[in-house]
């Protein structure tokens, strides 16, 4: 079978309706007919320097949280970034072969430094490792949201060059994006994306928050002048991302929710949307929280992810090596 890789941030205690419809949908799904891998990409946490304890507890949470969103670590591989030495291996090698000036384009350092107080040089190195996150598993398929996609290409140049340069030794990665309803906008901002280390809170729906609190936050979204209800991303951002999340999670086309919300107002949709996310987060939340209620139960499920990741990890880091001339230790 193909595979599929992809991984997210510990970055926040829970992961946000984004990370749901535009990558933990997909992983799920994907499970069926892919070789699966998931990771928890802590060693790219600590880009934002998080506190230590709280990066422990948030890698848990965030692998708990992928298992209650139907992740099946019988199946798919599950396991923790830093407990696979091989990504920094090969990333190292990938830096190496990245241009400076390629590296400066990414979009995401921009951002994100322009947010932070004086971004590191692990934050402008981030995409060369998350190549390396692809490109150590001989990936087929990455799904990702669409702010990642500028990344995805990073990698499928990466691939591509070291093969050129040293023969076919990497697989290149096809991106896997769910476009257009898939992107959740900041319910605040809807310009922005929803981003789990976004300033303010109050346009962020995270998944294990209480329904109490959701439901509030999504009556309180930002929406548009004028009534109509209408998927319009430049003129009507705000209802726009209300209608993607109702499709995302209800199934229901966008043109379908169009019809049927004709003549209603803002506030019915609100009401609609809110009831369809409670729907998702109220079960997810509750398995989120039996499994971390077994420590000792998660750990060793992402140790045995982490045995069957390494076997893989260690064979393309020994080609690779050998690829562009590292003499062997023994
Ligand atoms: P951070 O702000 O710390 O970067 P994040 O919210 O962007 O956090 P990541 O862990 O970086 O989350 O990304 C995990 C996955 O979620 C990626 O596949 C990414 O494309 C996807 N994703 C993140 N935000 C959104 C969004 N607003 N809409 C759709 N997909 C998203
Ligand atoms: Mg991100």
């Known amino acids: 079978a193909p595979r599929s890789l992809s991984g997210m941030q510990p970055t926040s205690d829970s992961l946000h309706l984004g990370n749901y419809v535009g990558a933990l949908v997909e992983w799920v799904r994907l499970q069926q007919t892919h070789d699966a891998y998931y990771f928890v990409a802590d060693l790219h946490a600590l880009t934002v320097s998080p506190d230590p304890e709280v990066l422990r507890e948030r890698t ?48 995401q350092f921009k951002d994100k430094s322009a947010k932070g107080s004086g971004p590191n040089v692990g934050l402008f190195t981030y995409p060369v490792l998350q190549a390396a996150d692809i490109l150590v598993y001989d990936a087929d398929v990455v799904p990702v949201g669409e702010d990642q996609r500028q990344h995805l290409e990073l990698s499928r140049d990466l691939a591509t060059r070291f093969n050129q340069r040293f023969g076919d030794t990497l697989v290149v990665p096809s991106p896997h994006i769910m476009r257009e309803t898939a992107k959740i906008q900041d319910l605040q901002e809807p310009t922005a994306k929803m981003s789990k280390s976004a300033a303010s809170d109050a346009g962020l729906v995270s998944l294990l928050d209480d329904p109490k609190r959701i439901v509030k936050k999504i009556k309180s979204a930002v929406t548009d002048t004028g009534r109509e209800i209408r998927h319009d991303v430049v003129d009507k951002p705000g209802v726009s991302n209300l209608l993607a999340i109702h499709s995302a999670l209800s199934g229901t086309p966008v043109a379908e929710l169009e019809v049927a919300f004709d003549g209603r107002g803002y506030g019915d949709l609100k009401t609609e949307v809110a009831e369809v996310v409670v729907a998702t987060t109220t079960p997810f939340r509750e398995r989120t929280l039996e499994l971390m209620s077994d420590r000792a139960e998660l750990d060793r499920i992402l140790a045995d992810g982490a045995d069957r990741a390494r076997a893989v990890a260690e064979a393309t880091v020994r080609r690779v090596y050998d690829r562009v001339g590292l003499l062997p230790s023994s």
Not at 62 to 91: C, K, M, N
Request: a neutral charge.
């Open 60 to 107: 848990r949470l965030t692998a708990a949280q992928f298992i209650a969103g139907g992740v099946d670590p019988q199946r798919s591989v599950l396991f923790v970034q830093s407990h696979i030495a091989q990504h920094t291996e090969l990333s190292w090698v990938l830096s190496c072969l990245t241009g400076f000036g390629e590296a400066s384009r990414m979009t």
